[in-house]
């Protein structure tokens, strides 16, 4: 089994639960960017190639049957992801503030309800060079795999 302290939270492995999963759920938004009943999480669980990141994983956490995941991901001045790269794709949607996206070797600027589709095997970072929270809604294959560290 393995040890789940250590997964990113690409890896986090699916609680499943059939009673669970097949009720309707509402969470219900709150004005400080949290959702009622959706728990407050780090990034990742270890790593010195990120910083300053929470998670909030909004679909996907509680026995849902979907093939994708809806996270909420907030990102302080200063602060980074991992630069790396998955087999599986990611869909980004700004919700909050700006922020950058390094794609390949190209930074874009990502602002309020921007998309941005990130293909998969592609390099990719997300920052907060401003002084307000960057926060971004990401969409992700409910199956992935683990992420792969790129060297910059």
């Known amino acids: 089994m393995t040890d789940k302290r250590h997964l990113s939270s690409c890896e986090i492995p699916l609680r499943s639960s059939r009673r669970r999963a097949h009720r309707n759920r509402h969470y219900a938004f ?3 960017y949290t959702w009622k009943g959706v728990k407050v999480e780090r990034y990742k669980q270890k790593g010195d ?3 300053d990141i929470i ?3 909004l679909i996907g956490a509680s026995g849902e049957t979907t093939r994708f ?3 909420y991901f907030e990102i302080q001045p200063g602060g980074f992801s991992s630069f790396e790269k998955h ?3 990611h869909v980004v949607i700004g919700i909050r ?3 950058r996206a390094r794609v390949n070797k190209k930074t874009l600027v990502v602002k309020y309800l921007d998309l941005l589709y990130i293909k998969p095997d592609t390099p990719h970072r997300l920052s907060n060079p401003h002084s307000e929270p960057f926060g971004f809604l ?3 294959n409910a199956r ?3 992420p792969v560290p790129v060297k910059k």
């Open 30 to 32: 709150k004005s400080d």
């Open 49 to 51: 190639d990120w910083s």
């Open 55 to 57: 998670r909030q994983v």
């Open 69 to 71: 995941h809806v996270r």
């Open 87 to 89: 087999k599986h794709e």
């Open 97 to 99: 503030g700006q922020g």
């Open 138 to 140: 990401c969409i992700v």
């Open 144 to 146: 992935r795999d683990r």
